[in-house]
């Protein structure tokens, strides 16, 4: 189970943004527009790849998205999450 990507997943985003900013770093989620330059191009399953790739290589369990634009209740809203 990878309980600790959730009780950490700010962090793990807060990595993910850093990694994908980095000029050195190796994906194709830069896009080109000759009028507005280059800008970063990226969804959550992207983020989830990242996961598994990088810290979750020898686990069975494997980091996935339960469900896609979802309206938390009450007691949902006090777990950790992001946006994207």
Known sequence: MCTFIGENLIYYQIEFDLWLSD??????????DAEQGDALCFGSDDFVDWLNRNF?????????????????TAEERKLPHINF
């Open 56 to 72: 979750i290589k020898k686990s069975m369990k494997k980091v996935k998205i339960v469900a896609y634009c979802i309206h938390p």
């Open 23 to 32: 000029p050195v770093s190796n994906h194709n989620h830069w896009i080109h």
